[in-house]
């Protein structure tokens, strides 16, 4: 271990940050989450999303005439989601699961690509992420099925 004698000069008057892993524990100041209108969840092993799949999120919530201040991404890979106190939390009007992730003890074995609604809230499983860069016929899938569900 290494003794820091002078720890104020460590960082020399920079802010130091500590990221929380769980979305739903955050307090960021910078999303107001009375405007958050869409929720994407997704499972990614690491923090951020490489470029081409942030590109597919981007592209799906922009068709889906969502604008970025209105959309909160999920990682249900760093920590568990739990679909309730995401509704609490934000009030969406849409969910989007990206592959076979457990958000909530009640809602098992979603349909891919069906959407339904509960309490007002409409939510639909699709591919993972992964899929959906490879697979054309499933982004196809995902796209008719997001129009069927928002009247686009």
């Known amino acids: 271990m290494i003794q820091v004698t002078q720890p104020n000069l460590l960082f020399k008057g920079q802010k130091l940050y500590r ?5 739903e524990n955050q307090t960021n100041s910078t999303i107001n989450v009375a405007f958050i209108k869409f ?12 470029p081409s799949r942030k590109e597919i999120l981007e592209k799906l919530t922009a068709a889906c005439k969502y604008n970025p ?5 999920v990682n249900s890979g760093l920590d568990k989601v739990a ?3 995401l509704l609490t939390k934000y009030s969406p009007e849409v969910v989007l699961v990206f592959g076979d992730i457990e958000v909530s003890r009640n809602l098992t074995n979603l349909k891919k690509n069906y ?6 809230v409409k939510i639909l499983r699709t591919e993972t992420l992964e899929n ?9 899938l995902l796209w008719t099925s997001l129009k069927r569900m928002l009247n686009l």
């Open 19 to 23: 990221l929380s892993k769980s979305v």
């Open 39 to 50: 929720i994407a969840i997704y499972e990614a092993d690491s923090l951020e999303l490489t």
């Open 69 to 73: 201040g209105q959309v909160v991404y």
């Open 83 to 85: 679909l309730n106190n």
């Open 115 to 120: 959407p339904f609604e509960i309490n007002g």
């Open 132 to 140: 959906l860069e490879k697979v054309a016929s499933e982004k196809s």
